[in-house]
T-cell receptor
Framework: QKEVEQNSGPLSVPEGAIASLNCTYSDRGSQSFFWYRQYSGKSPELIMFIYSNGDKEDGRFTAQLNKASQYVSLLIRDSQPSDSATYLCAVRYPGGYNKLIFGAGTRLAVHP | KAGVTQTPRYLIKTRGQQVTLSCSPISGHRSVSWYQQTPGQGLQFLFEYFSETQRNKGNFPGRFSGRQFSNSRSEMNVSTLELGDSALYLC????????????????FGQGTRLTVV
């Protein structure tokens, strides 16, 4: 059973701080990793994807992948109240074509 | 460039009825996947279509079916609706530059919220 695990939170951080969201996955052969943001009542929005070990930065967001530890994380720098949402980690497994396995999501609350 | 379009946005159906949901992917995207999202189970994969062929299927009963047309638009059908089918149904569109390698991103539509009463 391929699994993706996330802490459900809520993760509460003050405005301007760094929010760190974590995700672990069970299949060592996984190749593609995605972070989606979902506001309440809305659909998931892709914010980052990473395929190689290491860091990938896009504006205030940094995705980190460690395949040896089967761990992927998302850092949000200078957190804003508008970042308050549920963050979903998704993994694509080899042979699964475009099937994504999602974690349960981490709820982030950024307070002023 | 238009995003993924799902219709209708909201539906209320009665137990035992059937329902058809529609998804138009991003222009040029040939892969369409469907997901069910509920508070208890989260986001779960239903099936994926590519070039009118279902190439992957999740663990849902046969009441859930789908198809894809030559213009890449997709429909999913749920027959004999149950109360537990109440959920947000999401369609995701992928470019799939290299079919089978799984190195493309998926973009979601706004979803169809189905309520079964």
């Amino acid at each position: 059973q391929k699994e993706v695990e996330q802490n459900s939170g809520p993760l509460s951080v003050p405005e301007g701080a760094i929010a760190s969201l974590n995700c672990t996955y069970s299949d060592r052969g996984s190749q593609s990793f995605f972070w989606y943001r979902q506001y309440s009542g809305k659909s998931p929005e892709l914010i980052m994807f990473i395929y190689s070990n290491g860091d990938k930065e896009d504006g205030r967001f940094t995705a980190q992948l460690n395949k040896a530890s089967q761990y992927v994380s998302l850092l949000i720098r200078d957190s804003q109240p508008s970042d308050s949402a549920t963050y979903l980690c998704a993994v694509r497994y080899p042979g699964g074509y475009n099937k994504l396995i999602f974690g349960a999501g981490t709820r982030l609350a950024v307070h002023p | 460039k238009a995003g993924v379009t799902q219709t209708p946005r909201y539906l209320i159906k009665t137990r035992g009825q059937q329902v058809t949901l529609s998804c138009s992917p991003i222009s040029g995207h040939r892969s369409v996947s469907w997901y069910q999202q509920t508070p208890g189970q989260g986001l779960q994969f239903l099936f994926e279509y590519f070039s009118e062929t279902q190439r992957n299927k999740g663990n849902f009963p046969g009441r859930f079916s789908g198809r894809q047309f030559s213009n890449s638009r997709s429909e999913m059908n749920v027959s004999t609706l149950e109360l537990g089918d109440s959920a947000l149904y999401l369609c995701a569109s992928s470019l799939d530059r290299s079919p089978g390698t799984g190195t493309t991103e998926a973009f979601f539509g706004q979803g169809t919220r189905l309520t079964v009463v």
